[in-house]
């Protein structure tokens, strides 16, 4: 491992780098910094306090037994195609989706809407890329998310939870279980259409 990625700090939305042992500070110091198991390619999470005011730091790498050539091999490394069965996916399991999607920020002086496409969604959230910078206190959204063109989007209320450059992270807050069935509809139909989407 090189010297600068020991001494990198990473946020939350980043993707591990590698598999180790990581310091987590919490900027509101509302716990003293403490250490954490991560795996390489595992999102980084906010804190339910600090929220993204928090940063990790690889203290050291270790070994998952699923990177140790001794219990894997070749074999475990190589990538296979999840399930098609939409069913036996978790409730809240992020799939990769690219859908157009328009925000409309309340909590501030005036509504504003801006575009942007998601990157992955889930039945408690979704991923999104957008080219505009949202202001820091917006934090009540409206999301309208097109499904196909001539119909109407699904409308979902969410809270920013975290931002990284153009990637931001929203969390779906007062769905019920109609919304929630169909945004697994929506999922379930886009992975029919693009069978190589992948979880």
Known sequence: ?????AKKKFRPGDLAPITGIYLVTHERRHRAAHEVVIIRGEHLPACRTCAIR???????PISHITHDW??????????????????????????????P?????SGIAKTV???????????GG?????REKLPAQCNKVTVHISVEPGEAPLVFRARLRYQQGFRYG?????????????????IGNRRHKDPGMTM
Do not use: C, W
């Open 101 to 105: 999607v328009t925000l409309k920020l």
């Open 1 to 5: 491992m090189e010297a600068s990625t």
């Open 126 to 130: 979704m991923g999104a890329v957008i």
């Open 70 to 99: 001794d219990f894997s091999g070749p074999h475990n490394l190589a990538v296979r195609p999840e399930p098609e069965d939409f069913q036996d996916v978790r409730l809240f399991r992020r799939v990769h989706v690219q859908a």
């Open 170 to 186: 929203f969390e779906f807050t007062g769905l019920g279980a109609a919304e929630r069935e169909a945004m697994r509809h929506l």
């Open 113 to 123: 809407a801006v575009h942007g496409y998601t990157s992955d969604l889930s039945a």
């Open 54 to 60: 928090i940063t990790y730091e690889i203290v050291r």
